[in-house]
């Protein structure tokens, strides 16, 4: 399925204690004896998410939104998708209309603050095997809990279905907590117009698993657009972009290292999208495999730009847009080196 998947977008923020201030909404929580404890911002039309509790204090996420057909939908999920539940977690996974919904729930305060990201994996083995999400909207809720909850849109009911366990790790990329998951207990999607058209994701996975491809890296924007490393059945790395025009997909992609050291340690893949650049780095290098953090870019004007590598099956890897933040393009990008934890430089590749 898919190899380590940082995801840059799909992370909700939960927001305030008021009530939803709909009719609809309202008429579902009443209906189902459920209290809003916080809700939760997205950017979707006539969309709301919300961290909610039942009579007997137990705790899930609410979807609701509008129809095209202006029927309200809605979908609950209550029960924990943990195999085996503790007292320290409790993960409740959801099809939503836009991926998979993760309410990630931390009754350990050491935990909760050390935890940055959510890993889920579909092998028991197989890190690479993985979709990872930044848990950044943590908020500390009632009874000394903290909560992130988060949408995953690269992963739609199919792909979920063979999520095998989770982990969470630290900013080290450690992991400080794991757990097998019942694949049983991630709740199916509420059937809607809406959701029949949302046909972006399983498309791009339905391109990737006819290739034989496994993802690397990734970045997911709004607005349909995909972005990926993928590693094929040679080990040749491609880098990716996955746009849906006219409910057509569209990819552009190159697997040509621009590695002007033409050496097989360091992959380097630039990419000229629909309308952003891109540059991916896939190191294999056992210096970098055993010490490298941080990619570096460098333009021919003295900006310089850091991202941290992450690790992936035998290797270290980093997917970087060019956008303002960096700023810099392809053609004005001097250097790319990786750097371990201290600042010591592991590699450098020349480019201007």
Known sequence: MKKFIPVLIGVLLL????????????????????????????????YQLAYVKDDNDTTGVLEYYKDTNGKDISNIQLDSALKTKDSKVKINLMNGLDGLIA????????????????????????????????LANKSAVEGGKTVAIVAIPSLDPKTASELKRIELRNNSNASVYENELNPSKIKSPAPSERAKKNAFFPAVNKYIADKEWKVVSSATQKKQIYTAILR??????????????DSKLVVKETAKNDNPQSDNDVSLLQLQGDKNQYI?????????LDKGTTVILKSTDGK??????????????????????????????????????SGNELYTMELN
Do not use: W
């Open 15 to 46: 927001v305030g204690l008021a009530a939803c201030g709909k009719e609809g909404i309202d008429k579902v929580l009443s209906d189902n004896s459920l209290t809003v404890i916080q809700n939760v911002k997205t950017d979707l039309k006539d």
């Open 103 to 134: 309410m990630v729930e931390m009754h350990d305060a050491s935990l909760a603050k050390e935890a940055t990201e959510l890993v889920l994996l579909d092998s028991n083995e197989e890190v690479d095997e993985a979709i990872g999400v930044s």
């Open 232 to 245: 094929d059945k040679e080990g040749v790395y491609h880098l990716a972009e996955f746009t849906y025009p």
């Open 280 to 288: 991916g780095v896939v190191a294999e290098l056992e210096t970098i």
């Open 304 to 341: 310089e730009y850091k991202q941290p590598l992450h690790t992936g099956y035998n290797d270290r890897n980093a997917l970087i847009q060019l956008t303002k933040k960096t700023e810099m393009t392809l053609d004005t990008i001097s250097s790319v080196s990786i750097q371990d934890d």
